[in-house]
């Protein structure tokens, strides 16, 4: 197969953990022979620095004209601390997520068989836990309208969603709930927001083409606590952009770091990868960042693209990495080993 | 003391937990001196029901007039999954929130020593973990305006902070730190939201009246994952409405069961305090509700009174509960005791 890549490493950690994916999507590529063709460009804080834009209309073009988005992180604490700021690093992925139409956010949640005692939670409280959430990512109170009055005393974000919005969405989650346990948690607050509301309509409209799916609702406040409580409850969470923002990152516990977890960015027409972490500037250019979770969403780009022996060889890779511990310091306090040590393990597997 | 206290029971077990906290209050009164009036009124689905309104004039009225409200807890499956209802439970309780002012919400979060090991987070997580939630209670998208457009099709929330709304409850917070361990997490998403880069703002300038309170940023992602992974970093969270929602009931994960979390909610002239669980429908009637966090909120308004000994001696009380085991089924499995041999047990030791 022939692939066009689009690889933004973007800011903090970024460029480190993303080499180490590019690393080993070259090595399938020579074992499988497949052809990878990479084209890097600027996102983020970055992009500002050099541009002064987040997303450069080149960095778009090619993300438009290519198979797929291969990113890694976004976030300079420079921005994060000045609310005056004009131009934010992370405008730039809202906007390339908006452009590129990628209307659904997928993060599998599991946790390593060898990790399991690095989680904070008990072992027998995850063991056997298997989710997945379904985050919209392209509405909600990420991209409506803002305001901050002149005096800057008063401000708002207005959360908006449409039936169609939730439709397209709705319909990929039943979807994966088929080809798993049949169960689908819509996750909302419907007993306060109105868009919740909407959602929940609708999703139960969309239900009724999936009889053999399983469908229950959970407000926002007590799904967070039954994540933590019995996360082998869920099979598949359905839910809105913040909503998924929140869970999802509180999720990533169950598998005992972050540092692990991808996720996919998928639309009619294109698809983009990322691990959920953040830039993670403290650790920049100190090669302890944990590459794996830049490694998988490599894995799961193969698998987007029907190359399942290609994933499944990462896979067993970073479970090896794992189990023989050659890993870095989010996962073992002691770990003699860095980001690029990982990344080599891996490949050198493949 | 002569306190005059509106009591409102509210839906499922609403009733059958308040009833525990007014036998210990009653205890109290006897054994110290005090003079506690209760009067009852209609809120939520039950008020719903019997006049049509969640929160009858009446109830208002009790409560502007009381020096106190202790609160049940509210919400009815029938509303939940019908999202054209017009009237709802939940508003009874929005609209008593606005009407009294009640714009912080103030949610402690210890483990007990005994139940340590019922939370599905490990010891050495949590041992030690105490912090407490202030939750911004009456604006955020809890109170914006709200559309549904004719056709269903289309649904909006709006959020909304003013720098006055957010001064005062960041008084409170720093205050509090300043009696604690003097730091002050501020939780927001300010890489996305415009109410959140106010926030932020409001909140560092008015920490400069606290030089003594180290003064952080967490991102409520990020926060909701730390809360797990590392909850003794915390002293003082301080939040926006719909963020404590969620975080404070994900928190309750530490002390093993919601069951067992009270909340203070404050005004400038009026206060209510309630558990932070729901109204548990299913366990309605059936004597098997755990009515400690009713308890406590009892003894938190004692504490709002200034009545410190007295709160010990019920939190004492509960204490002992827990170590002789006189808990309901959530603490543990097999447990012979009911919601109602939990209450007479605090009430007999006081
Ligand atoms: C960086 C930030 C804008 C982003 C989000 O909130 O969507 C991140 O937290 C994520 O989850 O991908
Ligand atoms: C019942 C509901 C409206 C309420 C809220 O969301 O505030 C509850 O979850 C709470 O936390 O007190």
Chains 1, 2 share one sequence.
Not at 145 to 171: P, Q
């Amino acid at each position: 197969m022939n692939l066009k890549i689009a690889v933004l490493p973007g800011d903090g950690i970024g460029p480190e953990v993303i080499l180490q994916a590019k690393k080993a999507l070259y090595a399938i590529g020579e074992v499988y022979n497949h052809e990878f063709v990479f084209e890097e460009a600027l996102m983020g804080a970055i992009a500002i620095d050099k541009t002064g834009n987040p997303l450069p209309e080149q960095t778009l073009n090619l993300c438009l004209n290519t198979d797929a988005v291969l990113f890694g992180a976004i976030g300079d604490p420079k921005y994060d601390n000045n609310p005056n700021a004009k131009v934010r690093p992370e405008q730039g992925l809202l906007k390339l997520r908006k452009e590129l139409g990628l209307f659904a956010n997928i993060r599998p949640i599991k946790p390593y068989k060898s990790l399991i005692d690095a989680s904070p939670l008990k072992r027998e409280i995850i063991e056997g836990a298997d989710f997945t959430i379904f985050r919209e990512l392209t509405g909600g109170a990420y991209f409506g309208a803002k305001t901050l009055n002149e005096e800057g005393t008063h401000a708002s974000d207005l959360c908006e969603y449409s039936e169609e919005e939730i439709t397209r969405i709705a319909h990929l989650a039943f979807k994966s709930a088929q080809n798993r346990r049949k169960k689908l948690t819509m996750v909302d607050k419907a007993n306060v927001l109105e868009t919740s509301r909407l959602w929940r309509k609708v999703v139960q409209k969309v239900g009724e083409s999936y009889p053999d799916v399983a469908l229950d609702f959970l407000f926002v406040d007590n799904a967070a606590m039954q994540i933590i409580l019995n996360p082998k409850q869920f099979d598949v969470i359905l839910t809105e952009n913040l909503f998924g923002d929140i869970l999802s990152d509180e999720a990533s516990v169950i598998t005992g770091s972050i540092g692990l977890l991808a996720s996919a960015s998928l639309g009619e027409k294109n698809a983009l990868f990322e691990p959920i972490h953040g830039s993670y500037p403290q650790a920049k250019g100190k090669n302890i960042a944990n590459p794996i979770a830049s490694i998988l969403s490599a894995a799961m780009l193969l698998e987007h693209f029907g190359l399942f022996k290609e994933a499944n060889v990462i896979y067993q890779a970073v479970e090896k990495a794992i189990e023989f511990k050659v890993v870095t310091v989010d996962l073992k306090a002691d770990s003699k080993f860095g980001t690029n040590e990982v990344g080599e393990f891996v490949s050198n597997f493949i």
